[in-house]
């Protein structure tokens, strides 16, 4: 794990995770809670413990697309415990606490960031292999306490085609060189589009700017995925982890080749 980290916090005695990613975006609304998703559920079908840390904390989506919004949190003296999906993928997320599903989260900044620094402390997660964090989107103040907090070994970038024009993924990109985190890759998401009738591909952004601008910041390619009512229908209906085609087996063998290192 990153050595480097500026003001630590100490973990519980119940949490003991290999590799922890943090997946960003330069700004909302790009898909980065369904990427976290997709990479999850990859992982556990390799075999992998896997657990979700939703600390986008004012707008939660996670619970919903593994359809467990409703459950039940379990906790003892010692910790409270993340909820098990079906595939049993562990997740933490605002709104498993909240009584409503959709009550809005109205907080500043710091109360963000000390309950982020909570799903840390006083979860017991156990062992994992993969600790992912769906990060709040942009680049703001809370993105920066769990970067200086917590002990990430790397950052997956989600982007549009949109922000790849726009280069708003270099927002992203910049907060990670200045933490000095490593860069895994970048995701581009809703690249092109799937005819839900023929299947075919239609590029309705034009050329992707992806490549182009991967080699201009020197970062991975990880993975292009495509805008697939699949996954839409199978994201409404709580039931991401029947996903037929991830799109991100690129991904998935970087990571896995990451963890063996840390072997
Ligand atoms: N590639 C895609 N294909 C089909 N539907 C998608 C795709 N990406 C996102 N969606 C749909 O958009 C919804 C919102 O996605 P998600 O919660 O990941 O993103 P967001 O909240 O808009 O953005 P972010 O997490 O970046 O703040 C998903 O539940 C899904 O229905």
Not at 67 to 80: L, M, P, Q, T
Not at 123 to 135: E, K, P, R, S, T
Not at 146 to 169: A, E, H, K, N, W
Not at 250 to 256: A, D, M, Q, T
Request: glycine share 8%.
């Amino acid at each position: 794990m990153r050595q480097n980290v500026m003001h630590p916090i100490s973990k519980n005695e119940f949490t003991d995770v290999k590799k922890m990613y943090a997946v960003v975006s330069g700004k909302g609304g790009v898909g980065k809670s369904l990427i976290t998703s997709l990479i999850a559920v990859g992982l556990r079908r390799e075999g992998y413990e896997v657990g979700i840390f939703d600390a986008d904390i004012t707008g939660p989506s996670i619970p919903k697309m593994f359809g467990v919004s409703g459950a039940k949190i379990e906790s003892d003296s010692k910790a409270i415990y993340p909820v098990r999906t079906h595939n049993d993928i562990k997740i933490m997320s605002m709104n498993l606490l909240l009584n409503k599903e959709d009550a809005p989260v109205i907080w500043r900044g710091p109360l963000i960031a000390k309950t982020i620094e909570q799903f840390w402390t006083e979860v017991g997660w156990g062992i994992l292999d993969y600790f992912l964090i769906d990060m709040p989107p942009g680049t703001g103040d809370v993105a920066l306490t769990v970067f200086q907090s917590l002990p990430i070994d790397g950052i997956i970038i989600v982007t549009s085609p949109q922000d790849l024009v726009s280069l708003i993924v270099k927002k992203a990109y910049n907060m990670a060189k200045q933490m000095d985190i490593p860069i895994i890759g970048i995701v581009e998401n809703m690249s092109y589009a799937i005819c839900p009738h023929c299947g075919k591909e239609f590029d309705i952004f034009g050329k992707s700017k992806l490549e182009d601008v991967a080699e201009q910041l020197d970062l991975r390619i990880l993975g292009r995925i495509p805008i697939d009512p699949e996954l839409t229908k199978l994201c409404d209906k709580g039931e991401i982890e029947k996903v037929r085609n991830l799109y991100l087996d690129s991904c998935i063998e970087v990571l896995k080749r990451d963890v063996g290192e840390g072997l």
